[in-house]
């Protein structure tokens, strides 16, 4: 079989990330949907850390990062549809938007454009790229800002792409897939009620 790669993940966590704001954006799901769906993902996870469930097995040994795939099949995917649960369920539809956007894009596309810059080694994490970073928090802030000011998503994308960049806090992972929507959304929110943007 054909070995999966980071671009093959990095555009399913795209696709993913906005599939779900166009169906949320159109009204065809909502949070409870994307609860479901998380917990649909969970319970297969299990099922296929028992035994290898036909499709689904191809799907994660496809997409799925190596090291996860014994201890934890599809946790990236579990833990984006979390995130975006989280975001969708605890903000209001712009703010939700805006954060599962920035999620989608930013950290989809920033390992995409590290094969493609410098590789500028980013001072808080030398397992990432500067300059790839830069430009993931670029084009986050430029996404976010269909649903969001220009302000509410600049600061949104920035403080939510400098937390994706640090990987583990006192020895423990940090899952960026549920930090990131939530720290983007909790940014916009701050903003609207201390600097009434």
């Not at 993902?41 to 799925?64: E, M």
């Not at 703010?95 to 454009?113: F, Q, R």
Request: overall charge positive; aromatic content about 12%.
């Amino acid at each position: 079989m054909r070995q999966k790669t980071g671009l093959e993940r990095n555009l399913f966590h795209l696709g993913a990330g906005i599939a779900v704001v166009f169906l949320l954006y159109f009204g065809y799901i909502d949070a409870w949907v994307l609860a479901g769906i998380t917990a649909a993902g969970f319970v297969i996870s299990l099922a296929q850390k028992r035994k290898p469930v036909p499709v689904i097995d191809t799907l994660i040994r496809f997409f799925g990062r190596g090291e996860e795939n014994g201890s934890f099949p599809g946790r990236g995917a579990v833990f984006m549809f979390f995130g975006m649960t989280l975001a969708a369920a605890l903000f209001p539809e712009d703010i939700a938007l805006a954060s599962i956007t920035i999620l989608a894009v930013g950290d989809s596309l920033s390992p995409i454009i590290a094969t493609r810059l410098n590789r500028i080694m980013h001072p808080l994490n030398r397992e990432k790229v500067l300059d790839a970073s830069t430009a993931g928090f670029f084009v986050a802030f430029l996404a976010g800002t269909f649903f969001v000011s220009l302000t509410e998503s600049f600061i949104a994308a920035y403080i939510a792409m400098f937390v994706e960049s640090v990987d583990y806090l006192k020895g423990r992972r940090i899952e960026d897939n549920i930090t990131i929507p939530l720290i983007a959304g909790l940014s916009i929110s701050v903003l609207r009620i201390f600097v009434l943007i």
